[in-house]
C-alpha cells in the first residue's frame, strides 16, 4: 500500500504540474495537457484516478478563485468553494469511468472525453484535451480532430510509447512551423484597458469614447470593426440611433458586445451596426456558470443560455462564428460553429476580473488553436 501511495502521490505532481503548463496561456504548451490521460491510465486505483483528476484541473482553473473574489468583490472563500464544485463533474466523470482493466481503458477515456465535451457535463468542461488539436494538427480540421482523439485513446493503451513519441514529433515541428491564425482583410479588433466599468458606465460621454475608437479604427483602413463584450451595456432603441447617426456617411460596420433584458432575465449579445440600421446577431450560448447563468435559482435576474441555438451567424454575405468570453473555454460551441463552415470566427471578452491570473490568455490559447485546427481568420477583441 505505501508503494501505490507513493505512486499515486507522483502521478498527482505531474498531473498538477501537466495541468499548470499546458493551461498557461501559452497556445504552443497546450499539448502538455495530453499528459494528463497517460497519468490517468497509469494510477492503481480508481481512488487514485480521483486525486490525479483533481489535480489537474484543479492547476488548470487556478485563475479562478481569484477571478471570483475580484467579480463578487469579496475575499477568496466564494472562490474557492466555486472553484471546488466546478471540478466535480471533471473528476467524477474520470473517477467513475476508470478501470484496472487494460482492455477497457481506451473505451473508458474515450466515453468521459465525450462526455465532458458535450452538455451537461460539459458545461464545466474545461481543460479539455481535445484543444491541443489545433496544436498538433494546424490546418487538419475534423482529421486533425479525429487524429488527436485517436492519439488521446493511444495514450491510455499499451501502445502509449509509440503514440506519445509520434504526437511528440507533430508537436515539435508545429512550433517549429508555427504562425498565428490570420486576420481577414479590413477588420479589426479593438482591445480596451477599461476595467470593470465597461458595460456599467454605458453614459452618452462613454459611447463617444468608443466611437471616437472605432472611427480611429476605421481610419487606419478597417471595415469592420469588433469591440468587446458588454461594451454597449444595455442594447436600447438610444443606444442604436445614436450609433447608427454617427457611422452614417460610412461603410463602417461595427460588431459590439451588448446586453439586451426583459422581464424574462437578459441575454448576453453581439450586435452588428451601420449607417443602414442596426440588430442582434448572436446571443450567447453558454453565459458563465454560476455569476450569469443560474437555472437553480428559478428567478428572472440571469443570463438565458440556449445551448444549440445560432452557431453561426449572417453579416454582409460572411458566416460568422462568434464565441463570448466562457464559450471559449469549452469544446462543444465552437465544434458546434465548425459543423457550418464558417468564414470567420469572431471571440469576445470581458476579462477585467481575471486581472493577474492567466484566464483570459487561456481563452486567446484556446481559440487561437480552434481556429488554427480549422484554418479559420480569427478576429479577437477583449477588455482587461
Known amino acids: 500500500m505505501r508503494r501505490d501511495h507513493i505512486h499515486t502521490a507522483v502521478l498527482t505532481c505531474i498531473a498538477v504540474a501537466a495541468g499548470w ?27 487514485a484516478a480521483g486525486l490525479v ?5 484543479l492547476a488548470a482553473s487556478r485563475g479562478l478563485p481569484q477571478g471570483v473574489a475580484a467579480f463578487y468583490s469579496s475575499d477568496l472563500w466564494p472562490g474557492l468553494l466555486l472553484w471546488l464544485v466546478a471540478s466535480f463533474s471533471f473528476v467524477g466523470v474520470h473517477t467513475i469511468v476508470w478501470s484496472g482493466s487494460a482492455r477497457q481503458k481506451p473505451l473508458r477515456y474515450l466515453a468521459a472525453a465525450i462526455l465532458m465535451a458535450l452538455p451537461p457535463l460539459g458545461i464545466t468542461g474545461w481543460a479539455h484535451p481535445i484543444t491541443a488539436a489545433g496544436v498538433l494538427f494546424p490546418g487538419w ?10 492519439g488521446l485513446i493511444g495514450l491510455v493503451a499499451r501502445i502509449r510509447p509509440a503514440v506519445a513519441i ?6 515539435a515541428w508545429s512550433a517549429a512551423t508555427w504562425t498565428d491564425p490570420e486576420l481577414p482583410d479590413s477588420w479589426r479588433g479593438v482591445d480596451l484597458e477599461m476595467g470593470a466599468s465597461l458595460g456599467r458606465e454605458a453614459d452618452l460621454p462613454r459611447q463617444r469614447d468608443l466611437i471616437a475608437t472605432v472611427h480611429s479604427a476605421a481610419n487606419d483602413g478597417a471595415g469592420f470593426v469588433v469591440l468587446p463584450e458588454s461594451a454597449l451595456g444595455f442594447w436600447t432603441p438610444t443606444v442604436e440611433r445614436l450609433w447608427i447617426k454617427a457611422l452614417v456617411g460610412s461603410s463602417l460596420t461595427v460588431i459590439a458586445g451588448a446586453s439586451v433584458i426583459d422581464a424574462d432575465g437578459y441575454d448576453n449579445v453581439l450586435v452588428g451596426m451601420s449607417a443602414g440600421g442596426g440588430r442582434v446577431l448572436y446571443r450567447e450560448r453558454m453565459p458563465v456558470p454560476g455569476s450569469m447563468w443560474r437555472p437553480w435559482r428559478g428567478d428572472s435576474e440571469g443570463a438565458r443560455a440556449d445551448f444549440f441555438a445560432n452557431p453561426v451567424v449572417v453579416l454582409d454575405g460572411r458566416k460568422l462564428a462568434p464565441l463570448i468570453c ?3 473555454l469549452i469544446a462543444w460551441p465552437v465544434l458546434q460553429s465548425m459543423l457550418h463552415d464558417p468564414d470567420v470566427i469572431v471571440a469576445i471578452g470581458n476579462g477585467w476580473w481575471t486581472a493577474n491570473t492567466s484566464i483570459v490568455a487561456i481563452q486567446r490559447a484556446s481559440v487561437e488553436a480552434w481556429a488554427r485546427l480549422f484554418a479559420k481568420p480569427l478576429v479577437m477583441s477583449f477588455n482587461t
Open 21 to 47: 503548463i499546458g493551461w498557461s496561456g501559452q497556445v504552443v504548451l497546450l499539448p502538455v495537457a495530453l499528459a494528463f490521460p497517460v497519468l490517468w491510465a497509469l494510477v492503481p486505483n480508481r481512488a
Open 53 to 57: 483528476s483533481a489535480g489537474h484541473f
Open 141 to 150: 480540421g475534423w482529421w486533425g480532430l479525429v487524429a488527436t482523439t485517436a
Open 166 to 171: 509520434a504526437l511528440a514529433g507533430a508537436w
Open 326 to 328: 466562457y464559450e471559449q
